[in-house]
Nanobody, 125 residues
Framework: VQLQASGGGLVQPGGSLRLSCAVS????????ITWFRQAPGKEREGVSC????????YYADSVKGRFTISRDKPNKMVYLQMNSLKPEDTAIYYC???????????????????WGQGTQVTVSS
């Protein structure tokens, strides 16, 4: 299984970006696709998750109301639309997936089996 994250870049505060995660290498359905981020000097944190079985979405409190996760199932793509970006959103963003899903631990990186390479998001004026 391969994950390819893209769409990062430099944006001014208040701006928007859309990240993409392409999933390939397997015909199996995944149970969840999650976006994580890691800022310099900080631990990796869960940002948003989409459960592919029931369509439920999950968000970190810090991004609720600003970020939206969605998917294009036929094309095996998952997107993270990020609006009203803040300097504190600056980080490397990763997408991850797994064969099983534990909803109440969606933010726990240890339960994920596959990771993309990350894409840099920088929010700065």
């Amino acid at each position: 299984v391969q994950l390819q994250a893209s769409g990062g870049g430099l944006v001014q505060p208040g701006g928007s970006l859309r990240l993409s995660c392409a999933v390939s290498g397997s015909t199996l359905d995944f149970y969840a696709i999650t976006w994580f981020r890691q800022a310099p000097g900080k631990e990796r944190e869960g940002v948003s998750c989409l459960s592919t079985t029931d369509g439920m979405t999950y968000y970190a409190d810090s991004v609720k109301g600003r970020f939206t996760i969605s998917r294009d199932k036929p094309n095996k793509m998952v997107y993270l639309q990020m609006n009203s970006l803040k300097p504190e959103d600056t980080a490397i963003y990763y997408c991850a997936t797994m064969y099983g899903f534990i909803a109440n631990r969606w933010y726990d990186e240890s339960i994920y089996d596959f990771w993309g390479q990350g894409t840099q998001v920088t929010v700065s004026s």
